[in-house]
């Protein structure tokens, strides 16, 4: 398995993307929305949602390190993206 790929910078444009999503226009225009919090996570798996990415900081996840939450949406096929604790903390509501 390779690594994720990695975001430092809060000006990414993929960030960007993912605050256009806080707007209706913007998830009429992507046909996206936007999901955040490890319990609606897994409420989400649960109910077999397939995220497209997710954008996660191992500084901030709880419990520490990875308990597998990872793994189990890699195998939905999302794309999972590691970002520095500032990229998270301009993306986070």
Excluded: H, W
């Amino acid at each position: 398995m390779r690594p994720d790929p990695v975001i430092t910078s809060p000006a990414n444009p993929r960030l960007k993307q993912v605050l256009a999503l806080r707007s209706r226009r913007g998830r009429d225009a992507s046909g996206l929305t936007c999901l955040e919090g490890r319990a609606e996570l897994l409420l989400a798996l649960r109910s077999g949602v397939a995220p497209q990415t997710l954008f996660y900081c191992t500084d901030l996840m709880t419990p520490p390190g990875d308990d597998g939450l990872l793994d189990r949406v890699r195998e939905t096929g999302a794309a999972c993206v590691s970002l520095s604790r500032t990229a998270f903390e301009k993306i986070a509501y």
